[in-house]
């Protein structure tokens, strides 16, 4: 498309500036003043850009100073910290979560906050947020604020919370249900576009979801119906009146019975009463999983992982259109100041002008090298708008070519010798060997010592050998360092990772020998509170089998399956944050319901597993009293045993029977959003990223017959960037010309 002029070319409202002025241009200091407004605004362009940030806020001077400190560090990190604090208060409210178990035998009474003490900082973290609110809300616009849901969402949540604030303060802390609680996590949801796309995805693949959901309860209702048809049981002790007396009683029973069963939690204990009186009554139960956990379920994982990589890939879709109207929107700014010097407007961009706008833009200095160096390499042309998209494709690719400082430099011809030998690959070699044969004897001595009573065995044998290893240890890091400098050392990763472990043995066994001396025959060092000083060395010890993770990357699948993982960890931010969201909300809606219900028969506070007063394999005979919603962090853990949903059924009997049959419906909706939705989603994630990595994998050795070593895709976005498309010339231009806030026009 032909530019015949420059795009921007005024402000709307005054709340943009002029940068129709070139530099070099008549003009006076209003015209210096409209060269510097047009480079800050191509700096928080930029910057957009790279976050993937709407470009629709306010682009005055002053607006454009407040923007970039509320995206600063600084700013972020506060209000990152103050989420994390009224987050953690729910461990410290009442019921405070403030005690060593939370078995209910044994439980102390928890220590609980005065009236006052988490309502003030809460208090201070809800004026945190109302300044945020505030901020945002300025910069996008009172007209865009009143069309942003979530800055709606978030000013409903603040009045909430703040009016339950209130009601708290004037019944001195004793109101039975705190609404502001469930909402809490919403801070959270909000402050992340990651988890707000995760968010949307999940919402749009939930008709999809529910068609699968009602395949499942209508086969649930038809097996359910055929099992109490088929388990009548009219005489006593047969198995068919058995399977009905424990599974098939009646309808609810039936239900969750079989619900268990789709789960598999309770296969084969629903099927043995009937399966015992005859063997044909298994094919109902077989037949039964077949449809429901083997079919079914799985067709839930292929459609949710249809449905999440579809409507994901919009979203990322939606990012890249923001990243490319933020630059090019940089773009129209920058070559409005290459009007003067004779050139005609709108041609394009001065490299000159788009290094000095570099060199204030807040990003990765390894990236912001890495893009400066590829405008300096077109010389004095300037930049086209394809020239200077392509510019920011540097921040797709992932640098993984590490730079080490230069060794250092020996005159002696002994001490270059020794240098080489002990900076050579072969001598990490033998310390992976060493590292073996440490793992391989405290193996050996836990199968020796496996049968001996604690207080009789003997650790001469092994205390002689870890002295040893750790002293190759620690003369290995020493020569490693002479070999390589300080700088060179700690410039490996893996390098500081033994070192630190090898500090840390050093000073543990140092400890050890100053208190339980130097090891000899019938050498045993006394347990003092969790752990002895020797417990802790072997335990530090066992650390250093994370050396052989070296070798991961000479192994070409392993190196996939590892990168896999790497990213995972990297990009799971989101999928977390999704997940501490219904942590926390079922486990507040938890405590709600159930806060002590769960109680211990009178006069029988330590039931064993074989006292005949209670069922085989119910709640009080396994001693799952631990597992309760008395507490925040017993609530948290008790979901987490549910989520598992091995032996769920246990929960759900002994809630039925302590709070009554409805408790089963809470149940149940945590499996379903838990381990229906969020296991899937998590594994449409690893799906993606795996498939991802393997066919560029593949790709690559197609193309070079070698596997790239300098870059690859860093973030889950760039998971799609290869199938998604380039936003059109004509989208971008119409989008930037309905900028609310500054006056874009052809």
């Not at 362009?45 to 600084?74: C, G, K, P, V």
């Not at 706008?357 to 990236?367: A, E, I, N």
């Not at 020797?534 to 335990?539: A, E, P, Q, S, T």
Request: aromatic share 12%.
């Amino acid at each position: 498309m032909a530019e015949s002029e420059p795009l921007l070319s005024g402000a709307r409202g005054g709340s943009g500036g002029d940068c129709r002025v070139g530099r070099g241009a008549p003009g006076g200091p209003g015209a210096e003043a409209g060269w510097d407004l047009c480079f800050d605004q191509a700096v928080v362009f930029i910057e957009d850009a790279i976050q993937y940030r709407s470009i629709n806020h306010r682009m005055d001077a002053r607006s454009m100073w407040l923007y970039r400190w509320y995206y600063s560090d600084t700013c972020q990190w506060i209000l990152s910290f103050t989420i994390f604090l009224i987050l953690c208060l729910a461990f410290i409210e009442t019921p405070s979560s403030f005690t060593s178990t939370s078995d209910v035998r044994y439980r102390m009474a928890p220590w609980n906050p005065p009236c006052g003490l988490t309502e003030g900082i809460e208090v201070l973290c809800l004026l945190v947020f109302v300044a945020d609110l505030s901020v945002k809300s300025y910069l996008v616009g009172w007209v865009q604020f009143w069309k942003n849901l979530w800055l709606l969402g978030y000013l409903l949540v603040l009045i909430v919370s703040l009016t339950d604030w209130m009601v708290s303060l004037s019944l001195v802390c004793q109101e039975p249900l705190r609404i502001r609680r469930l909402f809490r996590p919403f801070f959270l949801l909000q402050n992340s576009s990651m988890m707000k796309k995760t968010l949307k995805c999940i919402r749009w693949s939930l008709p999809e979801m529910a068609s699968v959901v009602l395949l499942l309860a209508l086969h649930l209702c038809v097996f359910t119906m055929l099992g109490m048809l088929l388990f009548t049981g009219e005489k006593e002790d047969d198995g068919q009146d058995r399977e009905r007396l424990t599974y098939f009683r009646n309808l609810p029973e039936a239900l969750t019975s079989l619900l268990v069963l789709l789960t598999t939690a309770n296969n084969p204990d629903v099927m043995v009463p009937a399966y015992s009186k005859n063997r044909a009554y298994a094919i109902f139960f077989i037949i039964f999983t077949l449809i429901g956990s083997l079919f079914l379920m799985n067709l839930l994982t292929a459609i949710i992982y249809n449905q999440f990589r579809g409507y994901l890939m919009k979203s990322f879709q939606a990012s890249l259109f923001r990243k490319r109207l933020g630059t090019r929107a940089a773009y129209e700014v920058l070559s409005s100041t290459a009007e003067g010097d004779g050139q005609p407007p709108g041609v394009g961009v001065k490299p000159q002008d788009l290094l000095q706008v570099l060199q204030k833009v807040q990003m990765d200095r390894t990236y912001k090298e890495a893009i400066m160096e590829t405008v300096r390499s077109h010389g004095g042309s300037v930049l086209s708008a394809d020239e200077f998209q392509k510019i920011f494709d540097e921040l797709d690719k992932r640098r993984t070519k590490e730079q080490h400082p230069p060794r250092p430099q020996y005159q002696s011809p002994f001490l270059q010798s020794a240098q080489f030998l002990f900076g050579h690959l072969y001598f990490d070699y033998l310390g992976n060997l060493i590292v073996l044969a440490n793992l391989v004897s405290i193996c050996v001595f836990l199968v020796i010592d496996a049968d001996v009573v604690p207080r009789n065995r003997d650790d001469f044998v092994l205390g002689i050998l870890n002295c040893v290893f750790v002293l190759y240890y620690l003369v290995e890091m020493l020569l490693k360092v002479f070999a390589l400098g300080l700088a060179g050392y700690l410039s490996y990763p893996s390098n500081m990772f033994d070192g630190l472990v090898t500090i840390a043995l050093l000073v543990l066994e140092l400890s050890t020998l100053a208190v339980y001396r130097f090891p000899h025959p019938g050498w045993k060092p006394e347990v003092q509170g969790l752990l002895s000083l020797w417990d802790m060395l072997r335990l530090v010890n066992m650390l250093i089998v994370f050396r052989f993770l070296r070798i991961v990357p000479s192994m070409k699948l392993m190196a996939v399956v590892a990168s896999t993982i790497l990213d995972l960890i990297k990009n799971m931010r989101a999928f977390g944050g999704i997940l501490v969201v219904v942590y926390y909300v079922f486990a507040i809606i938890g405590i709600n319901l159930f806060r002590g219900v769960i109680v211990v028969p009178p006069g029988n506070g330590s039931l064993a597993p074989d006292n005949g007063s209670v069922a085989c394999g119910s709640y009080e005979q396994l001693e799952y009293w631990a597992n309760n919603f008395d507490d925040f962090a017993a609530a948290l853990v008790t979901l987490w045993n549910v989520m598992v949903v091995n032996n769920w059924q246990v929960f759900l009997d002994a809630y039925r029977r302590y709070s009554g049959p409805w408790s089963k419906i809470y149940f149940v909706m945590w499996w379903l959003v838990s381990s229906v939705i969020w296991v899937n989603l998590f594994l449409a994630l690893i799906l993606e990223n795996f498939l991802h990595k393997w066919d560029r994998r593949s790709h690559l050795q197609s193309v070079s017959g070698v596997l790239e070593t300098t870059c690859e895709m860093s973030t889950v976005e760039l998971l799609f960037r290869d199938i998604l498309e380039e936003p059109a010339e004509e989208e971008l231009v119409e989008k930037l010309k309905r900028h609310p806030h500054v006056q874009l026009c052809r």
